[in-house]
């Protein structure tokens, strides 16, 4: 019964900027990448399609050929989840590589995205200071009345 199914090597990794949160599901395929069902070509904005394609280009077709991903993204603004999408689709990569394919070659994708932009596999801790009393925002203040 089980032994005449395909294996199907899965990883499950997720990416986070400010409040956006990507979690992405990579398997074995045939090349496919879909943002909550919608292939990477026609996500939105269309500015921003370039820095989607960054992990995709850093790693090279080989890497991404053989493998499909499933994106869902909640939560932060259109830049926010263009950046969350990026670092899930590259830890995936790099995820995939190390479980399933080999050490040299998770090396090597890890180090073209280490030397490109560092924010690919590490997330960025930075958030939105809270609106405190006494003033407009964070840190302004309103103007002090001496008449």
Known sequence: MADEAKTVNKIQTYGKK????AVV?????????????IPLANVMPEGLRIKLQEPLMLA??????????????RGGG????VF?????????????????????TKQAI????????RTLLVADPRRAEMKKYGG???????AKSYR
């Open 136 to 142: 407009s925002g964070a840190r302004s203040r309103f």
């Open 110 to 117: 890890k180090d073209a995205y280490m030397a490109h932009d």
């Open 25 to 37: 599901t990579c398997q074995t395929g045939r090349g496919m990448i879909r943002v909550n069902g």
């Open 60 to 73: 090279g077709k080989k890497a991404f050929n053989k493998l499909d991903f499933r994106i869902r993204v």
């Open 84 to 104: 969350a999408i990026r670092q899930a689709l590259a830890k995936a990569v790099v995820s995939y590589h190390q479980k399933f394919v080999d050490e040299p």
């Open 78 to 81: 259109h830049t926010s989840q």
């Open 18 to 21: 400010k409040h956006a949160i």
